[in-house]
C-alpha cells in the first residue's frame, strides 16, 4: 500500500498540495503557540528591585486568612494595615532600621532653568506617574547620586532619570520642589526622594521597613505581632511596588495563546478532514478502477491512510519548522503590544515540537477517517461514471453527528440559560461555544447549501445569458466542492462575529448599566491613585448648584457555606447623597437605608434577604457584623456591593458624581469643578465617562481577539486558496466544452469569478447564522439578568472577512482557469485525470 501512496503522491501531487498546506501551517501554528506558552511557563523569578541592596525587609502581610474545617483561605487586601509605631520602635533596637513612604506624586508643570537645560537630554519629558521615596531608602535599591546633592530641605528633591537635572523647579501635587541632584533610573520606577521628614508628613503610614540586622534577631522581634512578614533573599522581591506584574502579565499570555491554540487545533482539524474528504470525492473514479482491478475496500482504506500518513509526517515536519521561525515574531509582538514583560523571548524547549509534531500527524489520520471509509465504499462501477453531479454526499452518519452536534449545541445553550445564564457572558463560553455549531453547521451543510445557491442566485437566473443559471447548476449539482470551498468562509466568518459580536454586545449591556444607574449630569475622575483628598471634596462640595456624592472604591469578603472566602468590589458612598446621583438596580429595600451598619449586596450573595445579617472582613481584614439593607441584580457582573466611607477602610476616594440642582446652570457647575480640581483629575460628562470607561475592548482583549482572528483568517485563506486551485484544475474539460459551446475566455472567466463569490457567499451566510445563534443566546442570558440589551453584529468586520475571503476564492479560481484556456479547447476537451 505505502508503494501504491507513493507513486499516487507523485502523480497526483496537485490533489494532495491543499491538505499538505493547510496541516504544515496547522503545525506551524501549534509549535508557534507551544513555543510561546513553554517560555511564559519558564519564566524567571522575579528579582528584588527596590530592596535588592537591603538585609532584611519587614512589611505588613497584605493578605486576609481565614481558618476553615477545610485549612486557611486566603485572598490578597487591597487596603492592609500599616506597622504600628510599636513594632517599629521594637524593630530598630535589633539594628539599623530605614522607614520606606511610597506615595504617588504627579508633576504638573516642569519649568527648565537655564542652568538645567543643557543637562536635560533631548526629548525627555517628565514621567506622568511618579512615586515618592524618603531619601534614607534610596541606599537599599541602592541608587547612587550622578548628580548634585542630597535633599536637605522640605522643597528639595533627587529625580530619578534623565529628565531632570539639578536647578530645575517642578510644580507637583505635593508642592513646587526644586531637583537638587539625580541618580540614574535603574528601569522599574520613577521617583522623586524627598527628606524623611518630609515624606513622613506627605504619607506618615509605615507599610515596609529596610533593616541591616540578622534576620533571625528580626523575626524574633516580631514574632508576637500577626500580619508581618519578614523578607530575605528572593522573597525580598514581595516588598516591590508590583511584585505580581510579571506573573499577571504571564496569566494573561497563557490565557491569550491556549484560546488561540484551542482554535488553531479546531480550525486546523476541520479544514485539513474537509480537505482530505474534497479529495477523496475527486478521486471516485479513481477508487473505482481500483476496484476494477481487483483490490478489497480494506486497501484501498490502507492506501488512503497511507497517503495521509505520508502527507502528514511531511506537513508536520516543515511545520515544526516554521513554528521555529515564527515563535520569536510572536513573543516580539506580544511584547511590542503590551501583554507580554518587556524580557520576555522564546526558550530552549523542545516538548512543543514533539507536540506539534505528533498533533499532525493525528490530524492528518483523524481528518481521512470518515474518507477512508467513503474510499472503501465505492464499487467498481464508478469508474464507468462521468457525471458532475453529486450523489450520496448526505450520509446517515454525517446526518446524526450533524444534528446530534447541533442539538448538543443548542441544548447547552438552553441549559445554561436556565442554570447559570451569567456564565454565557464569560470568555470561555462566548470562545468555545461556536466550535459545536459551526462543526454541525458544517456537516449539515449539503442539506443547506443547494436551498442557498438557489436564494442567493436568483436574482442573476433571472437576467439575460446563461452564466447565472450555469453558476446555479454548477454550484448546486457540485455540492462536495461547494461545501469543501464555503467551510473555511464558515468558520473564519463565525468566529469573526461570534467573538467580536460577543465583545461588543457584553460591553454595550454593561455601558447600559451604567448608563441606566447613574442619574449624575457629571462625573469627576480623580487622576492617579491617590485619588482627591479631603480638601479637594469639600471645594467641591461649595459648588453653587452642585449636589456631590464621593465614593471610594474598595473590597469585602465574606465566607460562604464556611469554607469559600469571596472577595466583592465595593464603592463606599454617603446615602443621602448616592440617592441623589445613583439609581441602583434594587430588587429588595432601599438605598436610603444604607447606615454604618448596614451594607448593600447583590442577588449573588448567598445570603440577601433583607434584614439579615453578614459577617464580613473589610479592605483591611477588619471583621465586622453588617445588616442587608438592599438588595440589587447582579446583571453582568460589575454591580458589587456599597458600604459606608466608615466601613471602606481608608479607601480614598477616586470619583465624584455631581448632579445639578433644579434650576442650576450646568455649564456653570462643569466650569467651577474644573477650577477645583485643577490637573488633580477630570470632569466627564454622563455620556463621555460612560465611554471612556466602557470601550468596546481594552488593548489586550483587542490584541487576543486580533491574535485568534489572525490565525483564523490567515489558515481558512489559504486553505480556500489550495481548494480553489485544486477545484478548478480538476474542471479542465469542463471549462473547454463550455469554450467549444461559443463561449468566449471572458464569459468563461467571469463564469467562474461568479461562482466563487456565489460559494464564497454561502459560507459566509452559514457563518452569520452561526454567530447569530450565539449572540442571540447571549442576548437571552442578558434578558434573564434582566439587563436591557440588543445584540451587536460587527457587520464591518464581518464585510472586511468575507471580502478577504472573496478576493482569495477569486483570485484562486480565475487565475488556474485563465493559465488553462490558454490552451486549445480541443486540446483541454482531451484531457483526462
Known amino acids: 500500500m505505502l508503494s501504491v501512496a507513493l507513486r499516487t503522491l507523485r502523480a497526483r501531487w496537485t490533489t494532495f498540495v491543499g491538505s499538505f498546506v493547510a496541516l504544515a501551517l496547522g503545525v506551524g501554528l501549534i509549535a508557534t503557540m507551544g513555543l510561546a506558552l513553554a517560555a511564559s511557563l519558564d519564566a524567571p523569578d522575579h528579582r528584588p528591585e527596590r530592596f ?75 514621567p ?58 535603574l528601569g522599574f520606577e520613577h521617583a522623586l526622594f524627598f527628606t524623611d521628614s518630609r515624606a513622613a508628613e506627605l504619607s506618615p503610614p509605615v507599610h515596609q521597613l529596610a533593616v541591616s540586622a540578622d534576620a533571625g534577631a528580626v523575626r524574633a522581634a516580631v514574632a508576637d505581632t500577626p500580619g508581618v512578614r519578614v523578607l530575605t533573599g528572593s522573597a525580598r522581591a514581595q516588598a516591590d511596588a508590583d511584585p505580581d506584574r510579571d506573573g499577571e502579565a504571564l496569566v494573561v499570555v497563557n490565557t491569550m495563546l491556549g484560546t488561540a491554540a484551542g482554535v488553531t487545533g479546531f480550525v486546523s482539524v476541520f479544514v485539513v478532514a474537509s480537505t482530505f474528504a474534497f479529495g477523496v470525492a475527486q478521486r471516485r473514479r479513481e477508487f473505482g478502477l481500483l476496484r476494477t482491478a481487483g483490490a478489497t475496500p480494506g486497501q484501498v482504506r490502507r492506501t488512503v491512510f497511507a497517503e495521509a500518513a505520508v502527507v502528514g509526517v511531511a506537513a508536520s ?137 438557489r436564494l442567493l442566485t436568483w436574482p442573476q437566473a433571472r437576467l439575460r445569458g446563461a452564466v447565472g443559471l450555469l453558476v446555479r447548476q454548477n454550484a ?48 469627576v475622575s480623580g487622576a492617579g491613585d491617590r485619588g482627591f483628598d479631603a480638601a479637594t471634596v469639600a471645594r467641591m462640595r461649595r459648588v453653587p448648584g452642585a449636589v456631590v456624592s464621593p465614593t471610594a472604591a474598595g473590597a469585602v469578603y465574606v465566607l460562604e457555606d464556611g469554607v ?35 451594607i448593600i449586596v447583590n442577588d449573588e450573595w448567598r445570603e440577601h434577604t433583607v434584614g439579615r445579617s453578614v459577617a464580613v472582613r473589610l479592605g483591611d481584614g477588619t471583621r465586622r457584623t453588617l445588616r442587608i439593607a438592599a438588595v440589587m441584580r447582579a446583571g453582568t457582573g460589575d454591580n458589587g456591593v456599597y458600604v459606608t466611607p466608615r466601613n471602606a477602610a481608608g479607601a480614598p476616594v477616586d470619583r465624584v458624581d455631581v448632579a445639578v440642582r433644579k434650576g ?76 467549444l459551446a461559443g463561449a468566449t475566455k471572458a464569459q468563461v472567466l467571469r ?28 442576548w437571552g442570558a442578558l434578558g434573564v439578568l434582566r439587563v436591557p440589551s440588543v445584540p451587536v453584529m460587527p457587520w464591518s ?9 472573496a478576493a482569495t476564492a477569486v483570485v484562486s479560481a480565475v487565475v488556474p482557469a485563465w493559465l488553462s484556456l490558454r490552451r486549445r479547447p480541443v486540446e483541454l476537451a482531451g484531457t483526462r485525470e
Open 564 to 598: 469559600a472566602l469571596i472577595r466583592s468590589d465595593a464603592r463606599a458612598a454617603e446615602p443621602s447623597a448616592l440617592a441623589a446621583t445613583a439609581r441602583l438596580p434594587l430588587v429588595a429595600g432601599r438605598s436610603a437605608d444604607l447606615d454604618d451598619h448596614s
Open 317 to 453: 515536519a516543515t511545520g515544526c519548522t516554521l513554528g521555529a521561525a515564527a515563535a520569536p515574531r510572536l513573543a516580539a509582538w506580544l511584547v511590542t503590544s503590551g501583554v507580554a514583560p518587556g524580557w520576555f523571548a522564546i526558550g530552549t524547549s523542545t516538548w512543543p515540537y514533539q507536540l506539534a509534531f505528533w498533533t499532525g500527524l493525528s490530524v492528518a489520520l483523524a481528518g481521512v477517517v470518515a474518507a477512508s471509509w467513503r474510499a472503501g465504499a465505492v464499487g467498481p462501477a464508478e469508474a464507468l461514471r462521468d457525471a458532475a453531479v453529486d450523489s450520496g454526499v448526505m450520509t446517515w452518519g454525517r446526518r446524526f453527528f450533524g444534528a446530534g452536534l447541533l442539538l448538543t449545541g443548542l441544548g447547552l445553550l438552553a441549559f445554561t440559560l436556565v442554570t447559570e445564564p451569567g456564565s454565557l457572558l464569560g470568555r470561555k463560553a462566548y470562545t468555545s461555544r461556536p466550535m459545536l455549531l459551526i462543526t454541525a453547521f458544517a456537516l449539515l451543510a449539503p442539506v443547506l447549501v443547494r436551498p442557498l445557491i
Open 664 to 739: 442650576g446652570d450646568a455649564d456653570a457647575v462643569a466650569a467651577a469643578l474644573r477650577a477645583e480640581v485643577g490637573d488633580g483629575g477630570r470632569v466627564f460628562t454622563k455620556a463621555s465617562w460612560v465611554a471612556a470607561s466602557y470601550p468596546a475592548t481594552d488593548s489586550r482583549t483587542r490584541a487576543g481577539f486580533l491574535l485568534v482572528l489572525g490565525i483564523a483568517l490567515l489558515y481558512s485563506g489559504i486553505a480556500l486558496a489550495n481548494t480553489m486551485v485544486t477545484a478548478t484544475a480538476d474542471r479542465v474539460r469542463d471549462l473547454a466544452v463550455l469554450r
Open 476 to 523: 448546486s449539482t457540485a455540492i462536495r466542492r461547494t461545501s469543501a470551498v464555503a467551510a473555511p468562509v464558515l468558520v473564519t466568518v463565525a468566529l469573526a462575529g461570534s467573538l467580536l459580536g460577543a465583545v461588543a454586545t457584553v460591553a454595550d449591556a454593561k455601558a447600559g448599566e451604567v448608563r441606566r444607574q447613574t442619574t449624575a449630569d457629571f462625573v
Open 797 to 805: 468586520a464581518l464585510l472586511a472577512v468575507a471580502a478577504a475571503c
Open 52 to 126: 535588592a541592596a537591603a538585609p532584611v525587609v519587614v512589611k505588613a502581610s497584605g493578605v486576609l486568612r481565614v481558618p476553615t474545617p477545610v485549612g486557611d483561605r486566603t485572598e490578597e487586601l487591597d487596603f492592609p494595615p500599616p506597622l504600628s509605631p510599636a513594632l517599629v520602635r521594637k524593630v530598630a533596637a535589633v539594628g539599623r532600621t530605614v522607614e520606606n513612604r511610597a506615595f504617588a506624586v504627579r508633576v504638573v508643570r516642569v519649568v527648565r532653568t537655564t542652568q538645567a537645560s543643557h543637562e536635560v537630554r533631548a526629548g525627555q519629558a517628565a
Open 128 to 185: 506622568a506617574a511618579l512615586v515618592g521615596h524618603p531619601w534614607s531608602a534610596a541606599a537599599f535599591a541602592p541608587y547612587r547620586l550622578d548628580a548634585g546633592r542630597a535633599p536637605e530641605a522640605a522643597d528639595e528633591v533627587v529625580a530619578t532619570g534623565r529628565w531632570a537635572a539639578p536647578g530645575m523647579r517642578i510644580r507637583t501635587d505635593r508642592g513646587t520642589v526644586t531637583v537638587v541632584g539625580t541618580v540614574r533610573d
Open 751 to 778: 463564469l467562474v469569478a461568479v461562482e466563487a463569490l456565489t460559494v464564497v457567499a454561502v459560507g459566509a451566510v452559514l457563518g452569520v447564522l452561526v454567530a447569530g445563534l450565539n449572540l442571540l443566546g447571549m
